[in-house]
């Protein structure tokens, strides 16, 4: 387990991280792992070289508002979790609309377990064949 | 009658090492706006994670930058002896740090050269990669490669640099600060140059803070914070105290980029006076379990590693933030007001490493 | 001023800075990974190297006896060659050439 972490839920994440910002924190970066039937988001602040941690678990599915209104920064990030992830991200100051880093053609959510194979080699083999 | 027009800056341009488009809403040459559009090296290497081994990562993540890749290793080995609880031998801590900082000379030279060539400056690009040259063959010698070293491994380093060899690394970068001594005062002294820095892509602290800025370009607005002070690897024994400037412009943050130059060879004689003798490798036995995040210091900021691992030889998850990509929302704050012959030299004051960037 | 024409004359004194490549080519320095060569003769068809190697560059076979390396895939770490058992790989100082699908080596 990460040391310093606080355990929340989607709906209070936009009042606890409302609440970080006049302690001083800086906000480093975001994490999101698939862990079957969840995603499991996390979110890094960092004070002094002392981290501190956000956990909220969001179901496949679910919508998580973004925090780029608060923190600027964020939004980069959270873009490019809506394209590798698939995660519905709402409120983005910047919103890239699923190609922040991904081309047409790419696999869609890569990196979520289930990910659709995207436009390759063989896939356009068979479109010639007619299969 | 102001016309507002849309240039795209990139992604192929002669000025930037990496491909990097910058949408820029412009006023006649007035830049309003700037909105960054990446994806063009996107590699899923952390996709590619899940298919090797823990060992092999170690390699794999070396090549995610082709400018700061021994620091990449020497994150991950940290972060993954930190979950296995293995010790590093006193010799291996002391020779990362001297492979990491002829990294970060190396990483600056070649920066200093990109920034002189991005105003027209090739003689000085020519001169600063001259010098680096000399580093490269330091690394070549020592590690048996230019850019990519390949010595940081999980427990330890794989090769040893016996006293001889030491010897002949001060040596070389003795050479190397009576270069640099003759050549810095092109880039800090000359008048045109400092025309087109000074007062140039200004940023306050506040801002730097807000928007979660790191490295030289925080350290540039006062902001004293560098990761090496930590005390990771062997910089706690070393004494070490981080560079900064005030102006938050690009010359102040060239300024703190050629004095980390200095600091750098200065902790390598460092290193390689104190450096114990011993072993160099600590044998890694069964497969780590848990999550860890772990930091450390490369030529660009900050970069952050989060490990996730469950007991199996393939890691679950290892995500990696790399500096540049906190220093993209500060650049965009940076870019409006300026001139579109300014944007060029602002983007590289920030030392854009797009590769890093989007793995 | 007067350090520019001082500059200029000892420049026109001096050598060129420049080796004349590809008629003088720089020695490699001892250790430096060029490319990968292995004495076929004491190898073992263990697969260990090919197993251990990050970009998959290597296949081995024990049944038809086989060692092929692919020298595009490599990225010259030199995994293979702390792994290997009977230390029959070694990296050899100086680079490849280009065409280098000549240097393949696939041994009975």
Not at chain 2, 52 to 61: E, G, R, T, W, Y
Not at chain 2, 141 to 163: F, Q
Not at chain 2, 187 to 201: A, C, E, H, L
């Amino acid at each position: 387990m990460l040391p310093n972490t606080k355990e929340i839920v989607v709906e209070n994440l936009l009042a606890e991280v409302g609440a970080i910002v006049p302690q001083g924190y800086r906000f480093v970066t975001m994490t999101c792992v698939d862990v079957g039937e969840q995603f499991d988001i996390i979110y890094h602040f960092d004070k002094n070289y002392n981290l501190y941690n956000l956990r909220l678990k969001l179901a496949k599915g679910g919508s998580l508002p973004s925090i780029s209104p608060i923190f600027f920064a964020a939004l980069l990030v959270e873009n490019e979790i809506k394209d590798l992830f698939g995660v519905n991200v709402t409120g983005l100051a910047i919103d890239y609309e699923g190609r922040f880093l991904l081309s047409e053609g790419a696999p869609v959510a890569p990196q979520s377990k289930p990910c659709t194979p995207g436009v390759g080699m063989q896939v356009q083999q068979k479109k010639l064949e007619g299969n | 009658m102001s016309r507002k027009s849309i240039v795209p800056f990139g992604p192929q341009h002669p000025v930037f090492p990496e491909p990097l488009q910058l949408r820029l809403v412009m006023e006649d040459e007035k830049v309003i706006e700037a909105l960054p559009a990446i994806g063009y090296v996107h590699r899923g290497l952390e996709k590619l994670v899940e298919k090797k081994d823990f060992l092999q990562i170690a390699f794999l993540v070396e090549r995610i930058c082709g400018i700061c890749s021994f620091i990449h290793a020497q994150t991950y080995c940290q972060g993954i002896e930190d979950l296995m609880k293995i010790d590093v031998p006193p010799r291996a801590k002391y020779l990362r740090v001297i492979w990491g900082e002829v990294h970060r000379i190396h990483s600056h030279l070649l920066w200093l050269g990109l920034l002189a060539d991005s105003f027209g400056f090739e003689n000085y690009f020519m001169q600063a990669w001259r010098t680096r040259e000399a580093i490269l063959d330091i690394m070549e010698r020592t590690a048996g490669g230019r850019v990519m070293l390949g010595t940081c491994c999980v427990g330890g380093v794989r090769k040893d640099i016996n006293e001889q060899m030491l010897g002949e690394v001060l040596r070389t970068l003795d050479k190397v600060q009576k270069d640099l001594d003759n050549i810095i005062v092109g880039v800090t002294k000359d008048y045109s140059v400092r025309q087109r820095t000074v007062g140039v892509g200004k940023v306050t602290a506040e801002q730097a803070q807000t928007l979660g800025a790191v490295g030289p370009v925080a350290k540039a607005t006062g902001i004293a914070r560098d990761h090496r002070t930590t005390g990771y690897a062997a910089y706690g024994e070393l004494g070490f105290e981080p560079i900064t400037e005030t102006a938050g412009d690009c010359y102040a943050r060239t300024i703190v980029r050629v004095r980390e130059l200095s600091q750098s060879i200065d902790l390598v004689r460092k290193a390689i006076k104190n450096i114990p003798s011993g072993p160099i490798f600590t044998a890694v036995k069964g497969n780590p379990e848990g999550e860890t995040i772990s930091r450390a210091e490369q030529p660009r900021g900050e970069v952050f590693y989060y490990i996730k691992a469950n007991g199996t030889k393939n890691l679950e998850r290892l995500r990696v933030r790399t500096p540049t990509f906190a220093n993209i929302p500060i650049l965009l704050m940076m870019l409006p007001g300026c001139d579109l012959s300014d944007v060029p030299v602002i983007t590289l004051s920030i030392d854009p490493c797009i590769s890093c960037t989007e793995r | 001023m007067l350090g520019m024409f001082n500059k200029i004359f000892r420049n026109l004194g001096s050598r060129p800075a420049t080796r004349r490549y590809p008629f003088q080519k720089r020695d490699s320095f001892a250790g430096s990974r060029g490319r990968l060569e292995i004495d076929i003769a004491s190898c073992i068809f263990c697969g260990m190297c090919a197993k251990r190697c990050p970009a998959n560059a290597l296949s081995v076979s024990r049944d038809p006896k086989s060692w092929t390396l692919d020298p595009y895939c490599c990225i010259l770490c030199a995994y293979c060659v702390e792994v290997c058992p009977k230390k029959c790989l070694h990296m050899n100082p100086r680079h490849g050439v280009s065409d280098a699908r000549a240097q393949e080596t696939a041994a009975e």
